[in-house]
């Protein structure tokens, strides 16, 4: 199956811009017999200003594909384009200069400095890449994320929840063009998972961001617009306006 780039649709079908596309992508790891075919041919696009999720089986290749899409792994063949930017091809320092400029990521680890607070683990993007701190965006960050008076805090300080949010507000705070969200909710509790999700929603519906989110949870797929299904590294469906219900019954399906 090849899927469009469509974001969901409210009163018509036509298809978005897309933010990162994948064009028949293929992932082998090892050689020969030992060969294991992680992406089969894939090909997908992921609108601007819409949060995804893919999501599949166990072994699916759905953790492959967001690490080919961000540049974390090199593709066997194929190509992914970010915006007018070819990401396969590019050398170790390029890919580097691209994640740090253009990509934002979050993973199911929070990967905060312990020893900084969480207004200086937010800005760490910014004073790596020597880039300026834009105030008027990282007050409106702050303001989604519901950190205002948690900003002196160290991670040791705060909940789980308000450290993923952390992490969050680290990964828009630089106005990256997409965000990568590796189960971001995998080490939380369902109301501090249900707090991290509702905040990428808002980034997305109030700023504007682009999210894509592996996820086995099909109450954390159904805050995304579009949800996205592999099975043996390759696309098989996809659901627009999902809910926890209607996700559940298409892995079913999947996993049958």
């Not at 834009?134 to 008076?149: A, M, P, S, Y």
Request: net charge negative; aromatic share 6%.
């Amino acid at each position: 199956m090849t899927s469009t780039y469509a974001s969901p649709p409210a009163g018509g079908s036509a298809l978005a811009t897309p933010a990162v596309v994948a064009t028949e992508v293929s992932k082998v790891y090892g050689t020969g017999d030992a060969a294991v075919h992680a992406l089969r041919g894939v090909s997908v696009g992921f609108a601007k200003g819409a949060f995804t999720a893919i999501m599949g089986p166990s072994g699916s290749g759905k953790s492959t594909l967001m690490h080919c899409l961000a540049g974390l792994d090199t593709v066997s063949g194929g190509k992914v384009m970010l915006g007018d930017s070819e990401v396969t091809g590019l050398n170790d320092k390029q890919l580097t200069l691209l994640r740090r400029e253009r990509i934002g990521f979050i993973f199911q680890a929070f990967n905060l400095l312990p020893t900084l607070t969480a207004e200086q683990n937010i800005l760490l993007p910014l004073e790596l890449s020597g880039r300026k701190l834009h105030q008027q965006w990282f007050d409106q960050v702050v303001e989604v994320v519901g950190l205002r008076d948690r900003l002196g805090h160290r991670p040791n300080e705060l909940s789980g929840g308000q450290q993923q949010r952390v992490a969050c507000a680290r990964a828009l705070v630089s106005q990256p063009e997409v965000i990568f969200a590796d189960e971001p909710t995998g080490n939380l509790d369902s109301r501090s998972g249900a707090e991290v999700l509702s905040f990428l929603r808002s980034s997305v519906r109030e700023m504007g961001q682009t999210i894509v989110m592996v996820t086995h949870d099909p109450v954390a797929a159904s805050y995304a617009d579009r949800v996205v299904f592999l099975r043996d590294g390759l696309i098989v469906s996809e659901l627009f306006q999902p809910t926890p219900d209607t996700v559940l019954d298409r892995l079913k399906g999947l996993e049958g």
